[in-house]
DNA sequence: GTAAACCTGGCA
DNA sequence: TGCCAGGTTTAC
């Protein structure tokens, strides 16, 4: 499910109704996620305030008064939720973590597959972000020529480097097949075969296409819900993702659907090249 | 590089 | 019943 713009509407959604408040409890329900839930998770962030929200590439970070860095990782199914006071009660299947705060209301991870995440981070180990790259909407450290330096030191698709959290972090299948479509780039070419100018052009389409949805406030395709249960719409203004045999927007060809490193590609072949 | 792995649920 | 899914890591 969510890829960045995801991941930042569930922090502005979140943001109103957590940040100020004082964590009461967690009920850890499930703690083997892709890696286990750490251990004193619910000693270390009980009786402790949420000063901020943050996000970094797909990661949601909850910030609390004592500098300690609370992350989610929503993996492909992951929900977190908050739920009036009132509402706190039912306890659904796949809740992990149930988080009590001190208005009564709760915080909920709920991720069926179990590909989420749930860390900490105070500062004295190597970050999760270490090797990130730049993210996406940054001017400064995500341009055309940027991307193109990578072009000397890799083979790879251009469809598989967009994807890579290394080298640009929060893209994931559905935009990066939107982004190429927008630049006019097959998902198989080859970067070093993309000309300085194409780079550009995917440049400046990640920055359309990333705002685009976070306007829209994401895509739920299946079952994507934000911080307080609602369904983003860019699902709805999807060019290509998921559109095989449909007519391309800007030249009526039918979307073509190929695999392209394991993963569902979406293209247009009169306007991507 | 490429495939398989981790999981569950939904759909044809 | 089999295949597919927004992600990431690990093993040939």
Same mark, same amino acid.
């Given at each position: 499910?969510?890829e960045?713009?995801?991941? %930042?509407t569930i ?7 957590v ?6 409890s ?6 083997s ?9 619910a000693?270390?962030?009980t009786g402790r305030r949420?000063?901020?929200t ?7 970070l909850i %910030? ?9 990782h929503?993996g492909? =199914?992951?929900?977190l ?7 706190? %009660?039912?306890?659904a299947k796949?809740d992990?973590?149930?988080v009590?705060?001190d208005?009564?209301?709760t915080l909920?991870?709920?991720d069926?597959?179990?590909?989420g995440?749930v ?7 190597? =970050?999760?972000?270490a090797d990130?790259g730049?993210?996406p909407l940054d001017?400064a450290?995500?341009h055309?020529?940027?991307?193109a330096?990578?072009r ?6 251009i469809k ?12 994931? @299948?559905?935009y990066?097949n939107?982004?190429l ?5 097959r ?5 070093r075969?993309?000309t300085?100018?194409e780079?550009?052009r995917?440049?400046?389409a990640t920055?359309t296409?990333? %705002? ?5 406030r994401?895509s739920?395709? =299946?079952?994507?819900l934000?911080?307080i249960g609602?369904r ?5 203004r ?5 559109r095989e045999g449909?007519p391309?927007? @800007?030249?009526?060809?039918s979307?073509r ?9 979406f293209y247009? =072949?009169g306007?991507q090249?």
């Amino acid at each position: 499910m969510p890829e960045l713009p995801e991941v %930042e509407t569930i922090r502005r959604s979140l943001e109103p109704v957590v940040v100020g408040r004082t964590v009461c409890s967690v009920d850890v329900r499930c703690a083997s996620l892709r890696k286990p839930v750490p251990p004193g998770l619910a000693q270390r962030v009980t009786g402790r305030r949420i000063a901020a929200t943050g996000r970094r590439a797909k990661y949601l970070l909850i %910030e609390m008064d004592d500098g300690l860095m609370w992350i989610f990782h929503m993996g492909m =199914s992951g929900r977190l939720q908050h739920f009036p006071a009132a509402a706190g %009660e039912a306890r659904a299947k796949h809740d992990h973590l149930v988080v009590l705060l001190d208005d009564d209301s709760t915080l909920v991870f709920n991720d069926p597959r179990r590909f989420g995440l749930v860390l900490l981070e105070d500062g004295t180990t190597k =970050s999760v972000f270490a090797d990130y790259g730049p993210e996406p909407l940054d001017r400064a450290g995500f341009h055309g020529d940027y991307l193109a330096g990578f072009r000397s030191r890799t083979n790879r698709t251009i469809k598989d480097v967009l994807m890579d959290q290394r080298i640009v972090a929060g893209l994931g @299948n559905i935009y990066v097949n939107e982004i190429l479509f927008l630049a006019g780039v097959r998902p198989r070419r080859r970067l070093r075969r993309v000309t300085g100018a194409e780079c550009e052009r995917i440049v400046d389409a990640t920055r359309t296409i990333i %705002e685009e949805a976070i306007e829209h406030r994401g895509s739920s395709v =299946s079952d994507f819900l934000d911080g307080i249960g609602r369904r983003g719409g860019y699902q709805w203004r999807h060019r290509v993702y998921g559109r095989e045999g449909e007519p391309c927007p @800007n030249c009526g060809a039918s979307i073509r659907a190929i695999v392209v490193g394991q993963r569902s590609s979406f293209y247009c =072949s009169g306007c991507q090249r």
